[in-house]
């Protein structure tokens, strides 16, 4: 059964600084992976996928994430926080039928 | 990727009365997916809706509770019946515009039940 899981429930990081998300996935095959990004009161927006071709992917807003088959990882990852930012990260495992949710992780940045 | 208009955007609903929740794509799709976040949680996905078929249901969901319509391949429908507070959640709609393109949602229903 395919599983996601989320390592960190809230990250806090300073304007400027590197972010990291960490996330696992749990699949008999290799799965389709994403990050979705929810700011407060405003429905999910797809930041990256990953569909088994390039093992980086790169996304919108400067975000990117490494596949990692090995460590069965998708950490998400941005150079530089920016204010807006702020938001919960979802990091999806899915097919062609059925996504599986992580539980999210809550980004602050703080000035 | 498919544009999606999800309303009402938001409603404050009577426990024991029931909500119908709209979901129009802009393009036709042949699966459209229903979900549900519960307060400080992460989606749950209740049912996919087919066109011209019975929509399937995740454990834990029933028909009863939350009958889904797809009348059409731009349009579906989930009805929050019989609502209690336990239902005051998110719900959102999602589209599966192309295969490897990433599935997109509309922008929610928040629901509260009092």
């Known amino acids: 059964a395919q599983s996601v899981t989320q390592l960190d429930s809230h990250v806090s990081v300073s304007e400027g600084t590197p972010v990291l998300l960490r996330c696992n996935y749990s699949?008999?095959?290799?799965?389709?992976l994403f990050w979705y990004v929810q700011h407060p009161n405003k429905g999910l927006q797809l930041l990256l996928k990953?569909?088994?071709?390039?093992?980086l992917v790169k996304g919108i807003n400067g975000f990117e994430a490494e596949f990692k088959k090995s460590e069965t990882s998708f950490h998400l990852t941005k150079p530089s926080a920016h204010m807006s930012d702020a938001a919960e990260y979802f990091c999806?495992?899915?097919?062609?039928?059925?996504?599986?949710f992580g539980a999210g992780t809550r980004l602050a940045v703080h000035p | 990727s498919a544009v999606i208009s999800q309303k009402p955007s938001r409603d404050i609903c009577q426990r024991g009365t029931s909500l119908t929740i709209q979901c129009q794509v802009d393009?036709?799709?042949?699966?459209m997916f229903w979900y549900r976040q519960q307060p400080g949680q992460s989606l749950t996905l209740i049912a996919t809706?087919?066109?011209?078929?019975?929509?399937?249901?995740e454990s834990g969901f029933v028909i009863d509770k939350f009958p889904i319509s797809r009348p059409n391949l731009t349009f579906s429908t989930l009805t929050v019946s019989n609502m209690s507070p336990e239902d005051s959640s998110i719900y959102l709609c999602?589209?599966?515009?192309?295969?490897?393109?990433?599935?997109?949602f509309g922008s929610g229903t928040r629901l509260t039940v009092v």
């Open positions: 999602s589209v599966l515009w192309r295969a490897g393109d990433g599935y997109t």
């Open positions: 699949s008999s095959y290799s799965p389709s």
């Open positions: 990953y569909t088994s071709a390039a093992t």
């Open positions: 999806v495992s899915g097919g062609y039928n059925k996504l599986i």
């Open positions: 393009s036709q799709v042949t699966m």
């Open positions: 809706a087919n066109q011209g078929s019975e929509a399937t249901y």
